[in-house]
């Protein structure tokens, strides 16, 4: 039923945004992925409203490990990262997925941040760090608990480098303490959980409002968050305490 209220309420154009879901899974393709089954639920909706979808599955891919833009500068024969900076750089929108491991992200889960951290001094056009506009969240699967503990991590990690995080930017699903069913198990009734998917549609909604929102303006004004003016001797209402 339609209410008046719901009828007051513009459908958004998410049409022009674009979003890259990089799942950190330790399987390689084409095993299954039990993350990569609830990361579906979220692409799927974002597909529905019109949003191009990029996805990685990193594990796929030789990724060095190190904190520098291109490993093979640093000794590694091969480094597909910079390959894969140009397409999150192209997205709007990052979404990272892991599994739980004893209690903790995925290893993949903090390569990719790493990798991540190692393009944070770079700058956007306003001399801003270059994730500036740019809006994060992620989806944890596991069967113990945990949730609360990755996204705290993963989110934090993002904002770090400059991702803006909206409310609701986690959800998950995990089964009962000790083996069991996984996301996709049958039996597990993990697509049934009207609390994960809840929680998953949130998630998608707001990453995908905020993101319109942050588009429109052309992301952050440079005032006040500037390295480059900062560099350069601006401190905007800063008091030195130099001058005092």
């Known amino acids: 039923m339609i209410t ?27 095993q299954q992925s039990h993350t990569q089954g609830l990361m579906d639920l979220s692409i799927s909706i974002m597909e529905k409203e019109g949003v191009s979808v990029d996805q990685i599955r990193l594990i796929d891919h ?29 997205a709007d929108i990052l979404v990272m997925g892991t599994p739980i491991w004893l209690g903790q992200k995925s290893s993949q889960a ?5 990798r991540l951290y190692s393009l944070s001094g770079k700058l956007n056009d306003q001399g801003q760090y270059v994730y500036y506009g740019k809006v994060g969240g992620c989806l944890i699967t596991g069967n113990e608990d945990g ?36 996301y996709l198990d049958e039996g597990s009734g993990a697509r049934d959980n009207d609390f994960t998917n809840r ?41 030195n305490p130099e001058y005092r």
């Open 147 to 182: 949730i609360k503990h990755c996204a705290m991590s993963i989110l934090y990690s993002l904002q770090h480098v400059g991702y803006s995080i909206p409310p609701q930017a986690d959800s998950g699903w995990i089964g009962e303490v000790g083996p069991g069913p996984s």
């Open 4 to 30: 008046k209220f719901h009828a007051m309420i513009k459908k958004p154009d998410f049409s022009a945004l674009k979003a890259i879901f990089i799942n950190c899974t330790l399987k390689k393709s084409p």
């Open 199 to 239: 929680n998953t549609t949130f998630m998608t909604y707001n990453l995908l409002h905020l993101a319109n929102i942050l588009k429109s303006q052309d992301g952050y004004p440079a005032y006040g968050n500037s390295k480059k003016d900062w560099s350069t001797g601006e401190r905007w209402n800063f008091e």
């Open 110 to 114: 903090q390569k990719l941040i790493e």
């Open 62 to 90: 030789e990724v060095a490990s190190g904190v520098f833009p291109d490993m093979t500068e640093q000794g590694w024969e091969v480094d597909e990262w910079p390959a894969i900076t140009a397409r999150i750089m192209d």
